[in-house]
C-alpha cells in the first residue's frame, strides 16, 4: 500500500486507484476457477435478450452450470433449448431445481420471485429494473431467510463508476455543478436507468447530498435557476444502444466526464453469473456487488 502523503481526500483516492490495480493483479475479479462441483443455476426471464446470454454464460463460466431456465407462460420460445450447448429448455415454471436463481424480469415477476425462493430457501440474484421502495424492503425481509443480491447493473467498470464518481464529487466540492444522463435503447421501459439514479445517490452519500430532495429527474419552464447542490438525471432513448452512462462536473472554464459505454451485454452477464457464484454458499443475509468484487 503507497502512503498518502497527508493530501487527505486526494490521498484516499490515490489509495483506491492503486488497491483497484492491485485487485486486478491477483485476478479478484475475474471469474473463479474451482475443481469443486459446480454451483447450478436458474435463469429467469431466460428467452429475453438478457436472459440468452445470461444462459449461454452460466454453461461457459468455470464454477457454474445451467440447469433451469424458464419463461412466462404462452412465450413462443417455451420448449427450446436454452442454449446451443446445453440439453436444458426453457419452460414456463420455476422448479427450484438450482443452487441459485439469476432473475432478470419485470417487477411483478420479481416479486412473485421472491416469495418462491424464500419459500424455497434459494439464494436469489436480482437485476430487474423499474423497482420501487416497497421492492427493496421486501428484499430486506428475505434477506433475513435466504442470501439475496439487488444490483442496478452488474458490470465491474459500472461498480468502480459509482465508487470513482462519488469520490470526484467529494474532491470537487460544491462549486461544481453535477449532471448525469444515460441512454438506452429504444425499448427500455423504465426511466431514468437504475444505474443512473445509483449513481447519484452514491455521490449523495459522499457529499452529504439528500437523495429526495437534491436529485431531480427534469428540467423544464421559463424560470429554473439551477440549485448549486442539486443533481439532474436525464434520459434518453435511442434506437438499439445497450447503455451508456456519464457523470459531468462542471465549474465555470473547465468540465470533466466520466463515462461507461456498454457494447455487449456479456459485460452485465459476467458480473451477474459471478455474484451468482459468490451468493450460492453465503449465509442469509442482503449482499451487493461490492462485496462480490472486492471493491468494499
Not at 474451482?34 to 438478457?50: F, H, L
Not at 429504444?186 to 455521490?203: E, F, V, W
Request: charged share 20%; with cysteine.
Amino acid at each position: 500500500m503507497i502512503e498518502a502523503w497527508n493530501l487527505g481526500d486526494l490521498g484516499e483516492s490515490i489509495i483506491f486507484l492503486w488497491s483497484l490495480h492491485q485487485l486486478r493483479l491477483t485476478s479478484k475479479i475475474c471469474p473463479p476457477m474451482t475443481d469443486q462441483t459446480p454451483i447450478r443455476i436458474a435463469i429467469a426471464g431466460a428467452a429475453g435478450r438478457m436472459g440468452r446470454q445470461l444462459c449461454r454464460l452460466a454453461n461457459a463460466t468455470a464454477g457454474s452450470t445451467l440447469t433451469e431456465a424458464f419463461d412466462c407462460p404462452g412465450h413462443p420460445e417455451i420448449g427450446t433449448a436454452a442454449t446451443t450447448d446445453s440439453t436444458v429448455q426453457v419452460t414456463d415454471s420455476f422448479t427450484g431445481s438450482c443452487d441459485v436463481l439469476i432473475d432478470f424480469t419485470t417487477p411483478a415477476a420479481t416479486r412473485l420471485l421472491v416469495s418462491q425462493c424464500v419459500e424455497k430457501k434459494i439464494p436469489l440474484v436480482i437485476g430487474t429494473t423499474g423497482l420501487n421502495d416497497e421492492d427493496q424492503r421486501s428484499f430486506t425481509a428475505a434477506g433475513s431467510i435466504i442470501p439475496i443480491l439487488h444490483a442496478t447493473n452488474f458490470s465491474l467498470v459500472v461498480n468502480v463508476l459509482n465508487l470513482l464518481s462519488a469520490q470526484a464529487a467529494k474532491l470537487l466540492g460544491d462549486e461544481y455543478d453535477i449532471e448525469i444522463v444515460e441512454a438506452h435503447h429504444r425499448h427500455k421501459k423504465d426511466a431514468p436507468s437504475g444505474t443512473a439514479l445509483t449513481l447519484a445517490q452514491h455521490i449523495c452519500n459522499a457529499t452529504g447530498r439528500s437523495f429526495e430532495q437534491d436529485v431531480i429527474t427534469s428540467r423544464s419552464g421559463d424560470d429554473i435557476p439551477r440549485n448549486p447542490r442539486e443533481i439532474t438525471v436525464q434520459a434518453l432513448r435511442l434506437g438499439d444502444v445497450i447503455g451508456e452512462h456519464s457523470v459531468m462536473f462542471a465549474a465555470p472554464g473547465e468540465r470533466m466526464e466520466l463515462k461507461h459505454i456498454g457494447t455487449s451485454r456479456d459485460s452485465y452477464a459476467v458480473g451477474a453469473v459471478r455474484a451468482a457464484i459468490f451468493l450460492a454458499d453465503k449465509p442469509a443475509g442482503q449482499y451487493y456487488m461490492k462485496d462480490v468484487l472486492g471493491l468494499a
